[in-house]
C-alpha cells in the first residue's frame, strides 16, 4: 500500500495534492468536486488589500459625509465598519467551505503594505480557516526605493500578519530577489510557517491596434515547473518550513520531481482549469503508478532526496548547470560543419 499522506503547516494531508487560489477554489459546486476527486486541501482566491482598504475608504468618506448632515448616523455607520460587500461576502464563503468541505481550508489575504487590512487574517481565522496563505505581490518600479526597503516591507506585512492570526501562515511571494535564499530564510525567521514558491506575474501585453497596454492572463504549461523546482531542491533542509510548489504543476510526473526537491505540498490552478476538478485524480493515478515503478512506498521515503543538499552534483542546481547548457546547445539547422565553427569559437 503506497501511502501519499503528507503534513503541511502543521496539517495532516491525505496527498500532496492541492487545488490552489483560483476560480475553481472561488466556487461552492467545484469545491466539493475538487474534494471528490481527492484534493488533499484547497486555498481559496485572495482577499485584496486592495478591496478591503477600498471599502473601508468608501465607508469613511460615505460616513464623514454624512456626520455632516446628521451627526447622529455617525454611530449607526461606524457599527457597520466591515459590514461591506467584498470582505464580508469572502468570510461568509469561508464559513460555507468549512461547513461543506472536510478537507483543510486555507484562506489567502493578498497585499503589498502592513496596513490595517491585515487584521482581515484574523477575521479568516475566526471564521474557520485553518491556515492562512499571504501573497505578497509587488513591483519595486521607483528606482529610488532600493532591495533593502523592498525587503524590510515584505517583512513588515509578514510580521503584522504573524501578530493578527494564531493559524498557521504560509507565505506566497515571487522568485526575483536578489538573495532569494537568505530572503527565503528572513520570512521563515519572520513568521512564516511556509513558503509557497512561486506567485506567477502575469505580464501585461500591448494591444497594437488600440495602441493600449492590456491584461493578458496565459494559463501556464509543465515547462515553467523548473524555476520552482530549482529553489526548491536549493531550499530543502535549508530553511525551517514547509514548501509548496505553484506554478506549472499539471501531472503526477511533475509533482513526483517536486517531492524529489522536497516539497511538502504541490498546488495546482491552471491544469485544473484547462482539465477540470476531475484532474485531481489522474495526477494522483500518474504519481502512484510512478511510485509503484520505484518501488517507493511513501512520499515521506522521496521527499527530498534530490534536493542539493542530497544530490551527488551540486553544482548542478547552479551556474554549472547554465555554462553546461549553453555551450552544449546543438540545433537541427546546424550541419557538423557549422557545429564545429560554433564549438570552436
Ligand atoms: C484565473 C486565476 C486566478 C488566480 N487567483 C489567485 C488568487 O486570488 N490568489 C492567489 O494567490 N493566486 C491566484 N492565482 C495564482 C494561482 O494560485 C497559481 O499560483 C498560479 O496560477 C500558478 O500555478 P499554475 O501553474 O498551477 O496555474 C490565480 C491564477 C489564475 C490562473
Known sequence: MTELSTKYLGLDLRSPLVASAGPLTGNPESLLRLEEAGAAAVVLPSLFEEQITHEFLDLHSLLEATAESFPEA?????????????PRAYLDFLEAAKDTLSIPVIASLNGSSDGGWVRYGRSMQEAGADA??????????????????IEARYL?????VRQAVSVPLAVKVGPYFSAMANMARRLVDTGADG?????????????????EVVPRLVLSTSEELRLPLRWIAILYG???????????????????????AGADVTMMT???????PQHIANVEEELLAWMAGLECSSVGELRGSMSQLAVPNP?????ANYMQMLTTFTSAFFDDTDRGAVDRN
Open 315 to 319: 553544482e548542478a542546481f547552479e551556474r
Open 270 to 276: 491552471s491544469a485544473l482549469l484547462r482539465n477540470g
Open 195 to 211: 513558503l509557497v514558491l512561486f506567485n506567477r506575474f502575469y505580464q501585461p501585453d500591448f494591444d497594437v491596434e488600440a495602441l
Open 132 to 149: 492562512i496563505e499571504l501573497n505578497i505581490y509587488f513591483l519595486a518600479t521607483d528606482p529610488d526605493v532600493g532591495p533593502a526597503d
Open 238 to 260: 535549508r530553511v525551517r518550513a514547509s514548501l509548496a510548489a505553484t506554478t506549472g504543476v499539471h501531472s503526477g510526473q511533475d509533482v513526483a520531481k517536486l517531492l524529489l
Open 156 to 160: 513588515d506585512v509578514v510580521s503584522a
Open 74 to 86: 455617525a454611530t449607526y455607520f461606524s457599527e457597520l465598519d466591515d459590514y461591506n460587500t467584498g
